[in-house]
């Protein structure tokens, strides 16, 4: 017999499965000796007291043994000759996990990435950091991996109904990832452990006989005579490419990307977005309230460093906490050299003294509305770009920062004096009210009260706000028909993923591209 329990141990004891087995039988009311397995299915810490549980979900059998868990998935069979070919456009998670749908269902994945491979572009980020250079096609947010490769790696996601969220995390343990992902409630990965990871997704594709083509902007559509279907792409090199069906999975960075649908007269819909800061704290402020610390007291090194999430609703906008990154750093995630944009990231041990996360309040298409004569659909994307480049003057330039520290920002002035952050370009102080738009500002700072409850100290001149933190989401969604999942105005193209409007957030955008790719084979064979 097999059943499924949640058990609540003391953190003490819940690593010790004998502590596991002893707890399991009394909550059976049977003999500990009949529990032949127990496997934990998932784990979390509640820390909302000054005790600390562990949660811990277990599959136990009794009087048979414990069945073998779940398979991880295995290669796919290499492609026959003459296989379909399917044109994926970016390597983010979305384009990666696309290609390896495709070839599961035998057709031959073949990748376009305006990027480096993620080896060479991790010599790219030093350029940034340190000289405050952005080379435009090969950054945080462009190159293999997508957005997602120098991030925090966090694949926590409340998405379900787009598939099932552990297949995700079974590919990623089958090309190198810890097996902890499967069972933690909040995974993550790290971005020192994600390039490797990439890689071997990379390497199963090329094995099974897919494409990947770096250095390789999509720039434009190569339609048919009528222009109602898309026959291939053209890449910035002058090559035409043309496929049975081309996935669009190009992030919400590529802005090019948006406007050359827009000259092609492709239905876009503007949609809401989020904008504000990055707000840093000591790891040590957020560990002490979280973990119910004494002052002065540090964390046990059997607790990860802790996280929040905070949300609340002002005047009818949502501002919230977003992409909160534990013993993380704060990274320059501009696309192009005139804007300043700030993002995070952690490494898999999130050790460093500081943590971060956005703070964003809810941007909706009106509030760009004044853009909309002169950009249209795109106007939302007008408005990020404007703060954004209003952001790299505020900060003085080299991709240094304009910072705040919170009680300054409560009270409208500059701060005289920064602590150091975690930002390697560096921070200017500036009064990010006369930066961000008075709506923003005004909603910021009642959360900040608001949250000083839920967090002592949120509020403390330990606390910095560094600007600006605009790339959400996308402003604009690119429609597509519900059960085609093609555009309906051009079939054969298939937008995927968080450019489009339908993820956020690696995990989501993995799950959006394995739909994408049974859409875009599924339309051959009709
Ligand atoms: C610093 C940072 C940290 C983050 N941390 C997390 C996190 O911890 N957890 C989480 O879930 N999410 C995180 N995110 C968000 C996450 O990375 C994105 O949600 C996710 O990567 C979106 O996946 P995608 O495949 O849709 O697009 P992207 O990852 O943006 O990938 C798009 C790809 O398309 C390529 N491309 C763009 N235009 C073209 C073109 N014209 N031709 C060819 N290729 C093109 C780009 O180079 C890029 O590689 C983070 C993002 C950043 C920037």
Known sequence: MFREINLRLPLQQADSLTEQMRAAARMLRIHPKRICGLRIIKESTDARQRVIYKQLRCLIAVDE???PPPPLPERPPKLPAGAARI????????????????LELGACPVILERGKDVSSRRFDLRPINCDGIVPTNSNYCFGEGGAGAFSDGKLYTRTTKRGDVSEIYRYFVAHGADPAILIESHPHIGSDKLPRIIRSIRST???CGGEVHFNTRVCGLLRSADRRHLLGVYSDDGREWQAAGVILATGHSARDVYRMLASEHLLMERKVFAAGVRIEHPQSLIDAAQYHLRSGQARPNSLPAARYALATTIRDRGVHSFCMCPGGFIVPAATENDEVVVNGMSLSRRNSPYANSGFVVTVTPKDTDSLNPQYGVLSGIAWQKKLEQATAIAGGGRMKAPAQRVPDFLMRRESTSLRLGNYRPGLTPYNLWELLPRGICERMAEALRLFEHHIPGFTSGDALLIGSE???SSPVRIPRESDSLQHPELSGLFPCAEGA????????????GRLCAEAAVASIHH
């Open 205 to 207: 594709i090329l094995q």
């Open 470 to 472: 605009t790339r959400t």
């Open 501 to 512: 409007g339908y993820a956020g957030g690696i995990i989501s955008a993995a799950l959006d």
């Open 65 to 67: 043994p414990l069945p």
């Open 87 to 102: 044109l994926i456009i970016g390597a983010g998670p979305a384009g990666l996990f696309a290609a390896l749908r495709c």
